[in-house]
């Protein structure tokens, strides 16, 4: 969630969000359907971590008022996201996981996948989040936006994917290591099997959903789908190339042999 500034409660990150409307929303020329999938950041990460929701409803430290808290808290961004793109006149809608996408030891089970594409074919914008969902053996858990758009990618099959985020894209090390290198291409070959190098990441301590780490295993996963996905830095004039389907100077493209950009 590059919209918002991770390391503060609730804080939005004004800046990446008018780039995000403005540069890349409001020009839909280049555009088929779109679907805006976001993460929670700052809006709920801290409180899941605080109440151990994604350890479910069967460990002692759960509380049905945290549960609650954090289902506020997304929705508070995903507002704030929404009310931006109204008032330029964006035709966006709200769809919260919660109550119609269930995981089972979260696994995905069920969504409502296809009220998403009957959205999407009338020519609305759907806002999906991240968000506290239930789950059919812990009672509850988080359901990450990297799990939405991977379980969408399956049954939507879009010509491509684009994860912005607050780096430029995938690492050969964690970014913050002086000597890190940006990898430009991921390439999966006909067996599924990743041919680049291990790749190390670090996470933010209160992210429960798994940081960069999470959303390049998403891509991957994606890629085998023989959908490319590209990941690129939030608020750059790189995104607003990736979101067009181009691969950006400094980007990274995550893509198969069987990919349809290939």
């Not at 509850?140 to 936006?145: N, W």
């Amino acid at each position: 969630a590059a919209i918002t500034d991770k390391s503060r409660l609730e804080t939005l990150n004004d800046e990446v969000i008018t780039h995000f409307v403005e540069q890349i929303l409001n020009d839909r020329s280049y555009h088929g359907q779109t679907l805006i999938i976001h993460g929670a950041g700052s809006f709920g990460h801290f409180q899941a971590k605080e109440y151990c929701i994604s350890q479910g409803s069967a460990t002692g430290h759960f509380n049905r008022l945290g549960f609650s808290i954090v289902q506020n808290s997304v929705r508070k961004l995903q507002s704030r996201l929404i009310d931006v793109c109204l008032s330029r006149g964006i035709p966006v809608v709200p769809m919260s996981p919660f109550p119609s996408w269930r995981t089972s030891s979260g696994e995905v089970v069920q969504s409502n996948w296809e009220e998403i594409k009957r959205t999407l074919d009338l020519g609305f914008i759907p806002v999906i989040h991240g968000d506290a969902i239930l789950d059919e053996i812990q009672g509850c858990t988080i359901l990450s936006g990297d799990v939405i758009i991977t379980h969408l990618a399956k049954h939507l099959q879009p010509d491509y994917t684009v994860f912005l985020t607050d780096v430029k894209g995938v690492y050969d090390r964690p970014p913050i290591d002086p000597q890190a290198n940006l990898i430009r291409e991921i390439r999966i070959d006909e067996d599924g099997d990743v041919a680049n190098q291990d790749i190390l990441m670090s996470q933010q301590e209160h992210d429960v959903t798994g940081g960069m780490k999470a959303k390049l295993a998403s891509a991957i996963e994606i890629a085998r789908m023989s959908i490319p996905c590209i990941i690129a830095r939030a608020g750059s004039p790189d995104s607003i190339i990736a979101s067009q389907g181009i691969q950006p100077e400094e980007g990274t493209l995550i893509h198969s042999s069987k990919s349809r950009s290939s």
